[in-house]
């Protein structure tokens, strides 16, 4: 394989980057001093502004994915209860009805064949 000659027209990667404007060399700018008439913003003020903000957004939200947890956990629950409760009663219910209906048919037993 041959290498084909450097092309002088295809720009270097760093020539579009920086561009013709911009050395390439780092050079550190001195801190810009305010005139005397301008007042320094209260960063602190703004950070516990933005703070406060913002934790009262993420309450809102947390609030609400709370509530949506424990109506499915209550539910989950409710359900798992009645259906507990279902068995036991159809379970009580069975043992009432078997004794309603022997005592019924003994009860007409009676009546058909008198004792003697």
Do not use: C, Y
Not at 28 to 42: R, T
Not at 50 to 79: N, P, S
Request: charged share 20%; no cysteine.
């Amino acid at each position: 394989m041959s290498q084909q000659p450097f092309d002088q027209g295809i720009p270097l990667l760093t020539e579009v980057l920086l561009g013709p404007e911009v050395e390439p060399a780092i050079s550190v700018e001195p801190a810009v001093e305010l005139p005397p008439g301008v007042v320094q913003p209260d960063w602190d003020a703004i950070e516990q502004r933005l703070t406060q903000r913002i934790l009262h957004q993420v309450q809102g939200k947390i609030d609400h994915l709370l509530e949506e947890r424990i109506a499915h956990v209550l539910q989950t629950a409710l359900q798992n209860a009645l259906i507990g409760m279902r068995g036991a009663l159809r379970e009580d219910l069975q043992q009432s009805l078997e004794q309603i209906v022997a005592h019924a048919v003994s009860h007409e037993l009676g009546h058909l064949h008198p004792p003697a």
